[in-house]
């Protein structure tokens, strides 16, 4: 099984849409995938058109209430699960304060678990907090979505060392795959000029022994549209909500990347 987390602790780069139409079309394509909803703000769930009601067990309740995975996790379509948030998660930080090995809480969780998958994504919360921890020393891959603009590059640093320490304390195993280079608009000198910054960046890494070492940036760019940003209000994927956009064109192509292998 490969476990994906797709995080940037910056809002607004593509982050959630990514983790959820990346699922779906790997489930498409019949891959078992589960998403793992670990943002508070539970864009994920609500895009899978799962609002919990009061007594409906989230993955809040695995980290805090010690509710089995299982219990938690529903089919949301053919090939693919969900396991869902919500604003509960919030208080997670807080509660979770007094917990001894609080950042390994989901990785413990997830062993327990013998649900067979072919693919995990979790979709981490826009910040760099024990949340996002619990995520990057659960998986063992990092996918970092960019919204190509002049402050793309700003706080990847800050998230590089984030993930470097994981990596050297918590989870010997993790290494950053790929960046996707999401809301990319193909009209503008901006957006190649970024692209080929953050390749250039990746490039003269090779050599280093870092968990970016082997990190490129995917091929496939997510074209701004229109109808992956109305396909949540629907409760729906971009394939479900405008199967013939080019929105659905690019997650398709980009879960071809995926299957291939590394970047």
Aim: glycine share 6%; with cysteine.
């Amino acid at each position: 099984m490969r476990s994906i987390a797709i995080m940037n602790q910056k809002g607004g780069v593509g982050k959630t849409t990514t983790a959820v139409n990346v699922s779906a079309a790997l489930a498409a394509t019949g891959q078992r995938v589960c998403l793992l909803d670990m943002d508070p703000q539970a864009h994920a769930s609500l895009h899978f058109g799962f609002e919990p009601r009061p007594g409906d067990a989230t993955i809040y309740d695995v980290l805090v209430a010690d509710a089995r995975i299982a219990e938690v996790r529903r089919e949301a379509a053919e090939n693919l699960w969900l396991v869902g948030s919500s604003l509960d998660l919030a208080a997670a930080e807080v509660e979770m304060a007094g917990i001894v090995g609080r950042e390994v809480v989901l990785r413990d969780k997830l062993a327990e678990d013998d649900f067979p998958l072919d693919y995990l994504i979790v979709d981490c919360p826009p910040s760099l907090g024990v949340l996002t921890l619990n995520a990057l020393a659960a998986v063992e891959e990092v996918f970092i979505p960019l919204q190509p603009h002049f402050l793309a590059l700003h706080g990847l640093s800050k998230l590089l060392e984030t993930i470097d320490l994981v990596a050297r304390r918590l989870n010997n195993r993790l290494t950053i795959s790929g960046v996707i280079l999401c809301m990319y608009d193909v009209n503008t000198r901006l957006a190649a000029e970024v692209s080929q910054d953050v390749d250039a960046f990746f490039r003269n890494a090779k050599h280093d022994k870092t968990p970016w070492a082997h990190a490129q940036t995917f091929q496939t760019r997510i074209r701004r549209n229109i109808r992956l940003a109305e396909a949540p209000s629907f409760g729906q994927s971009i394939f479900q909500y405008a199967p013939g956009s080019s929105g659905a064109e690019d997650y398709k192509l980009l879960a071809r990347e995926i299957l291939a292998g590394r970047t």
